[in-house]
């Protein structure tokens, strides 16, 4: 069954394509003369990919559309079953790309391995309520049972925690919190076990797809930490020696990246190419994923990123401690790369 989802984009959201649109054609100009050289081959990048990841949904939008092949790039996917085992190829050297968070890439460099971030996602999940819930406000969580997806280090939950510090309430001791994996917690807050949850963004939308309400989204508490707009969690990461070795691949592959995704956010029937790798048949929850896969584009500066990126690690460092950024207190310098001047 052929899906069509419909939506009319806001004049906001075009003026932020616009932007993106720019940024896309800045770099296509600094590949220009590469491109056009005689008997420039491919290059090839290895991509280990979560198979039920939305890294898939941005690679079969842009292989329907080749732009792997208006890039000149060989995209070999190699597809895993968890984030785990992507960061595993990364530091085995079999894969050259892996999508994860600017936290660990920190991390990683602070524990010697030179790694680098560039922005792919700033969605982030949310917490989660039952249709005619009595509870309004976060305030309204106290006494009562939480499930939180990924564990007590989480960094959603670190952030929901710390925010909820500022009014004075110790969430994790003021009510009763349960951990467990994104599909187990989703399936559980359909059951009606818990008061309230707290998922990864896309069992979001299928919670929402079943009448359930977003208390708050996590990105929306980011402005009290010190953040100054919508942060990329998460992004493609790729070792720094092998990005200074292939720096102008690596600028094909972000802007052939950012045409797929402006491709995502503006047509409705390139999802059709998403729709199966989604697992749904359901429009309703198409449509809740295809929304906030559109508010989750970075349209952001890399400078703007790293500094709210640099306010929220030292928030993670003071909740989560050693055991969520190892030795160092500050975001490494070298975390984020810039692809162009003044990306």
């Known amino acids: 069954m052929r899906i069509v989802l419909k939506s009319t984009l806001s004049e906001e959201t075009a003026h932020k394509v616009m932007r993106a649109s720019g940024r896309t054609f800045a770099l296509a100009v600094t590949l220009a003369l590469t491109l056009a050289a005689p008997g420039h081959a491919a290059d090839a990048i290895r991509l280990a990919v979560q198979k039920t990841g939305t890294f898939s949904w ?102 929901l925690q710390a925010r909820m510090k500022q009014d004075g309430v110790d969430l994790k001791s003021a009510a009763t919190i349960v951990y467990g994996a994104p599909p187990l917690i989703a399936a559980k807050a359909l059951d009606g076990e818990m008061d309230a949850s707290l998922n990864f963004w896309n069992f979001c939308a299928q919670l929402e797809a079943k009448g359930f309400h977003r208390l708050a989204g996590i990105q929306d508490i980011l402005p009290k930490l010190g953040a100054e707009g919508a942060v990329s969690a998460v992004g493609y990461v790729f070792d720094e020696g092998w990005a200074a070795k292939h720096r102008e691949a690596v600028a094909r592959f972000i802007a052939m990246t950012r045409k797929a995704k402006e491709l995502l956010a503006t047509s409705d029937a390139a999802w059709d190419k998403v729709a199966p790798l989604t697992g749904t048949t359901d429009p309703t929850l198409l449509k809740a994923y295809r929304d906030r896969y559109r508010d989750g584009i970075p349209r952001r500066s890399i400078a703007d990123e790293e500094k709210d990126a640099r306010v929220l690690y030292r928030v993670l460092a003071e909740i989560g401690g050693r055991d969520l950024v190892g030795p160092a207190a500050e975001l490494d310098p070298g975390t984020f790369y810039h692809a162009v001047p003044g990306d």
């Not at 079999?94 to 996602?121: C, H, M, Q, T």
């Open 58 to 159: 941005e690679l079969a939008a842009i292989r329907a559309a080749g732009l792997d092949k208006e890039a000149d790039l060989s995209l070999e996917v190699t597809e895993l079953a968890s984030t785990e085992a992507g960061k595993i190829a990364m530091r085995a050297g079999s894969a050259d790309i892996i999508l994860s968070d600017w936290l660990w890439v920190s991390r990683e460099r602070a524990l010697g391995a030179k790694l680098n971030f560039y922005p792919y996602s700033s969605a982030l999940g949310a917490v989660m309520v039952p249709p005619n819930s009595p509870i309004k406000t976060l305030a309204d969580l106290k006494g009562r049972k939480l499930a939180v997806a990924g564990g007590a280090i989480d960094k959603s939950w670190l952030l």
